[in-house]
């Protein structure tokens, strides 16, 4: 298993040098939800909802670490939703993702939150 | 206090900047970052006015009162999942930042939000936010609130 550096990974940037510190590791999706930015649910909560689905508990119950250890989450909606200072969006494509603890967690610009976990990797 | 209606003309919000040549504020307000970043989101903005009421709060009532707040119920009629997705936003994302502010403490075994060192400033400029829109909305002898 990698070792996890206890979500201090902060966020992927997709260029050529992968930042990650396990590129072989395989993942596997376990859950996602959308996230609808003209609704008033907030990023936060359809992160950790989706974290709390692949944890099989409760959202009240994911509370370590808070994502604000983790990532700004506030940078990920302004950088993938944020609309020009005029009100109209920007035809932005695009996504970010950030280790939380185990979990990969994958946010794209059409609003699906994933998240993935670490697969055993295949004898060779 | 002359409170003639004028005209609808709506869209055309009607704040004046007067220029009084009296520039009394201290320049000092400009660089209090976390004041204006600890009010620069609804959520926070609740969380700092309900410190003018409660030194002392558990997060799921502050959470239970901003769902109320944001529903626009009674805090008898919040949801479950209301207060789940308010719980949630403030325990991993406003909180902890008030508290990198140094705006709020949290004792994560109880839950509680307390006052921290610059609650009151933060306080403070909630309160003369009122203030000055008070006293705009007298002169303007309408209001733009939209909101």
């Known amino acids: 298993m990698p070792k996890t550096n206890n979500g201090g990974a902060g966020s992927g940037t997709d260029s050529g040098d992968d930042v990650t510190p396990d590129r072989d590791t395989r993942w596997q999706q376990v859950a996602k939800r959308l996230y609808d930015p003209d609704q008033d649910d907030a990023l936060t909560s359809v992160i950790v909802f989706a974290i709390a689905d692949a944890e099989g508990v409760a959202p009240t119950e994911v509370d370590a670490p808070t994502l604000y250890n983790v990532v700004d989450v506030a940078a990920i909606e302004g950088a993938l939703f944020g609309a020009r200072p005029d009100g109209t969006a920007r035809e932005t494509t695009g996504s970010v993702e950030f280790r939380y603890a185990e979990y990969l967690v994958e946010v794209n610009s059409g609003g699906w939150v994933r998240v993935c976990e670490p697969t055993d990797p295949e004898p060779r | ?147």
């Open chain 2, 1 to 147: 206090m002359s409170e003639e209606s004028t005209g609808e003309d709506d869209g055309n919000v009607a704040v004046s900047v007067r220029a009084t040549g009296d520039r009394s504020l201290p320049r000092k307000i400009l660089e209090f970052d976390h004041v204006y970043e600890a009010l620069a989101h609804r959520r926070r903005r609740y969380v700092c006015y309900s410190l003018l009421e409660d030194a002392q709060q558990s997060l799921t009532e502050l959470a239970t009162d901003v769902a109320a707040w944001e529903n626009d119920v009674p805090e008898g009629a919040v949801t479950h999942r209301q207060h789940e997705r308010a719980y949630v936003s403030l325990y991993h994302t406003h909180i902890p930042k008030l508290v990198a502010l140094g705006v709020v403490s949290f004792d994560a075994a109880s839950e509680t939000v307390m006052p921290a060192a610059n609650a009151e400033q933060v306080t403070a400029a909630l309160i003369g936010a009122g203030a000055a829109l008070d006293s705009q909305q007298n002169a303007n002898g309408e209001t733009n609130a939209e909101n």
